[in-house]
Antibody
Framework: EVQMVESGGGLVQPGRSQRLSCAAS????????MHWIRQGPGKGLEWVSG????????VYADSVKGRFTISRDNAKNSLYLQMNSLRAEDTALYYC??????????????WGQGTMVTVSS | EIVLTQSPGTLSLSPGDRASLSCRAS???????LAWYQQKPGQAPRFLIY???TRATGVPGRFSGYGSGTDFTLTISSLEPEDFAVYYC?????????FGQGTKLEIK
């Protein structure tokens, strides 16, 4: 079964850091670009960041640029999101997602169940 | 940044009805790189449509996507009880890969 499981969420104080992880199973991530998408409580979906299959391309939403870093370890079949200088507005459920194609076409066919990050003092 | 505006915000229909959900872009979505997702409460979104009109694997034939340029539509030909959910459009033509604000399809 193709699935992704996120971890690393929790309660964190403003200005602190948090690292999210995503473990994939049932497929090899090295064939796919991978992304993070978030959803604030009761809100819509917001694309956060994406990384190409070989880490040659990394893109970020303006709202997180300079604070978040996406990375991957294909040998471990895992995706990561390092989040620094966290703000209250970063509070959200963070989804790890897979592109539907093995080329760079950022529409997403496989979603994890998400990990919740709450930024509050 | 391409802004996507979905309408209506809420659509109240009955099972068996036909639903039409609109997604309008602030600028042309090149190559019709437009996707649709369905999200039910407490669940991750489900991938429905890509390339504006191609159904994803396993998506029932009652779901159809249309449109090009700046105007796109998701149509559900005959609503089943499990179709009542929130629907999002998303453009993947250029970063940031933006989503619409969603249309809630509720039972009338």
């Amino acid at each position: 079964e193709v699935q992704m499981v996120e971890s690393g969420g929790g309660l964190v104080q403003p200005g602190r850091s948090q690292r999210l992880s995503c473990a994939a199973s049932g497929f090899n991530i090295d064939a796919y670009a991978m992304h993070w998408i978030r959803q604030g409580p009761g809100k819509g979906l917001e694309w956060v960041s994406g990384i190409s299959w070989n880490s040659g391309t990394m893109v970020y939403a303006d709202s997180v640029k300079g604070r978040f870093t996406i990375s991957r370890d294909n040998a471990k079949n895992s995706l990561y999101l390092q989040m620094n200088s966290l703000r209250a507005e970063d509070t959200a459920l963070y989804y790890c997602v897979r592109e539907y194609s093995t080329s760079w076409f950022p529409a997403f066919d496989v979603w994890g169940q998400g990990t919740m990050v709450t930024v509050s003092s | 940044e391409i802004v996507l505006t979905q309408s209506p915000g809420t659509l109240s229909l009955s099972p068996g009805d036909r639903a039409s959900l609109s997604c309008r872009a602030s600028q042309t979505v090149s190559s019709n790189y437009l996707a649709w997702y369905q999200q039910k409460p407490g669940q991750a979104p489900r991938f429905l449509i890509y390339g504006a009109s191609t159904r994803a694997t396993g998506v029932p034939g009652r779901f159809s996507g249309y449109g090009s340029g700046t105007d796109f539509t998701l149509t559900i030909s005959s609503l089943e009880p499990e179709d009542f959910a929130v629907y999002y459009c998303q453009q993947y033509a250029s970063p940031p890969y933006t989503f619409g604000q969603g249309t809630k399809l509720e039972i009338k």
